[in-house]
């Protein structure tokens, strides 16, 4: 067997030195503060998985999994919380939990110890967050191993197999492949050949979509114009319903926009009978117009976040015209990306968003 150059015997040397001294801090601070001693144990742990040979194998890999969730979702993000009693939960798990505790009128609880959590009782622990980072993790690309804080750059700019596309794509190419790939793709590429004829339709074809998708702006862009545009900040604060078995839904407090009385309305999956057992979450909203009109009211109408939440939002324009007989609109979604970003609205002790009205007038 060949002998190691100095330069790894260097690294082990090193990963060696943390893991002794992160252990030897677990131990003196274990009495003080359980969640810093588990931030110590895990930099242990995380050093000693680097000096373990065949880092590659699933099983060692396990020391990373272990950490990772409380309720097992996938972990995303380094943020790691702790309860009053030290236990750990992932920014993914802690959200998950206020969530289904919000849809099931229940206070959140440690899943460890059933001790109440909340935004308020929960902080994060650095510790572990820096431990977490240099644990090893899979690239899902070249199946490489590398730790957390540097897999992100890694897959985006420095993976030899992350997917790419041709240079020529503006011109209609298809083409989707290992970046390695991607050169000798290129010399052979069939698209900066084509003919004139050819390249039209192609570019026709990517015009219509690209119409489609200013079609949004352009509409948004026409309703600036208006004479009568209102504009307010929301706040969506749960309720339950009085059925036997309750339903959780949001509603707003009255506020007047164009001169008229307003109230939103939001529910969870379209009110079904346990949304807390369903993975994927939507919320879905009505405009309710309490005063008395004189005459028909035509609105053009969207939700978009408030200015200090970071949920994203894809803005949709909807229409309605509103009469005294017909002084609500249906339930329509609210265009959120994702059930994550949901759970960030269902965690969140109110939801704060800004509604746009803009009236019609013919």
Same mark, same amino acid.
């Given at each position: 067997?060949?002998?190691?150059?100095?330069?790894?015997?260097s690294?082990?040397?090193?990963?060696?030195a943390? %893991?002794v001294?992160?252990l030897?801090?677990?131990?003196s601070?274990a009495?003080?503060?359980?969640?810093?001693?588990a931030g110590?144990l895990?930099?242990?742990?995380?050093?000693?998985?680097?000096l373990?040979?065949?880092?590659?194998t699933?099983?060692d890999?396990?020391?990373?999994a272990?950490?990772?969730t409380?309720i097992?979702?996938?972990?995303?993000?380094?943020?790691?919380h702790?309860?009053t009693? %030290?236990?750990?939960m992932?920014? %993914?798990? +802690?959200?998950h939990?206020l969530?289904d505790a919000?849809?099931?009128?229940?206070?959140a609880?440690?899943p460890?110890?059933?001790?109440e959590?909340?935004?308020s009782l929960?902080?994060r622990?650095?510790?572990?967050?820096?431990a977490v980072?240099e644990?090893?993790?899979?690239?899902?690309?070249?199946?490489r191993?590398?730790?957390r804080?540097?897999l992100e750059?890694h897959?985006k700019?420095e993976?030899?197999?992350?997917?790419?596309q041709?240079?020529y794509k503006?011109i209609?190419?298809p083409?989707h %492949?290992?970046?390695?790939?991607?050169?000798?793709h290129?010399?052979?590429c069939?698209?900066?050949t /084509?003919?004139?004829n050819e390249l039209m339709?192609?570019?026709d074809?990517?015009?219509q979509?690209h119409?489609?998708e200013?079609?949004?702006?352009?509409?948004?862009f026409s309703?600036?114009?208006?004479?009568k545009?209102?504009?307010t900040?929301?706040q969506?604060?749960?309720y339950r319903?009085d059925?036997?078995?309750?339903?959780?839904?949001y509603e &707003?407090?009255?506020f007047?926009?164009?001169?008229? &009385?307003?109230?939103?309305?939001a529910?969870?999956?379209?009110?079904?009978?346990?949304p807390?057992?369903?993975?994927?979450?939507?919320?879905s909203?009505?405009?309710?117009l309490?005063?008395k009109?004189?005459?028909?009211?035509e609105c053009?109408f969207?939700l978009l976040?408030?200015?200090?939440?970071?949920?994203k939002i894809s803005p949709?324009?909807y229409h309605?015209? +509103?009469t005294?007989?017909?002084n609500?609109?249906d339930?329509v979604p609210l265009?959120i990306?994702?059930s994550?970003?949901?759970?960030?609205?269902?965690a969140? /002790?109110n939801?704060?968003?800004?509604?746009?009205?803009?009236?019609?007038?013919?």
């Amino acid at each position: 067997m060949a002998p190691k150059p100095w330069g790894e015997w260097s690294t082990a040397l090193s990963h060696l030195a943390l %893991g002794v001294v992160s252990l030897h801090a677990a131990v003196s601070t274990a009495q003080a503060s359980r969640g810093a001693a588990a931030g110590f144990l895990l930099q242990a742990l995380a050093a000693a998985t680097m000096l373990a040979p065949g880092l590659g194998t699933d099983e060692d890999c396990l020391a990373g999994a272990w950490v990772a969730t409380v309720i097992g979702l996938p972990l995303l993000a380094f943020d790691f919380h702790w309860c009053t009693n %030290g236990h750990l939960m992932c920014a %993914g798990c +802690f959200i998950h939990l206020l969530a289904d505790a919000r849809l099931k009128e229940e206070q959140a609880t440690c899943p460890n110890c059933r001790c109440e959590i909340s935004k308020s009782l929960c902080c994060r622990n650095l510790a572990v967050e820096k431990a977490v980072s240099e644990l090893p993790s899979e690239c899902g690309f070249c199946l490489r191993q590398f730790p957390r804080s540097l897999l992100e750059r890694h897959q985006k700019e420095e993976c030899q197999d992350r997917v790419t596309q041709c240079k020529y794509k503006r011109i209609g190419c298809p083409w989707h %492949g290992p970046f390695h790939e991607l050169t000798v793709h290129e010399a052979a590429c069939a698209h900066p050949t /084509k003919t004139g004829n050819e390249l039209m339709e192609i570019l026709d074809e990517m015009d219509q979509s690209h119409r489609r998708e200013m079609q949004l702006y352009n509409s948004v862009f026409s309703l600036l114009s208006f004479e009568k545009i209102g504009y307010t900040e929301v706040q969506f604060r749960p309720y339950r319903t009085d059925d036997f078995i309750t339903r959780l839904y949001y509603e &707003t407090p009255r506020f007047t926009v164009l001169n008229q &009385t307003w109230v939103l309305k939001a529910r969870v999956n379209d009110s079904e009978r346990n949304p807390n057992l369903s993975c994927k979450r939507t919320l879905s909203f009505q405009l309710l117009l309490k005063s008395k009109v004189t005459a028909p009211l035509e609105c053009s109408f969207l939700l978009l976040k408030g200015p200090y939440d970071d949920v994203k939002i894809s803005p949709v324009i909807y229409h309605f015209v +509103f009469t005294n007989e017909s002084n609500e609109t249906d339930y329509v979604p609210l265009p959120i990306v994702d059930s994550v970003e949901c759970n960030k609205l269902l965690a969140a /002790k109110n939801i704060n968003l800004r509604l746009f009205l803009f009236q019609i007038q013919k």
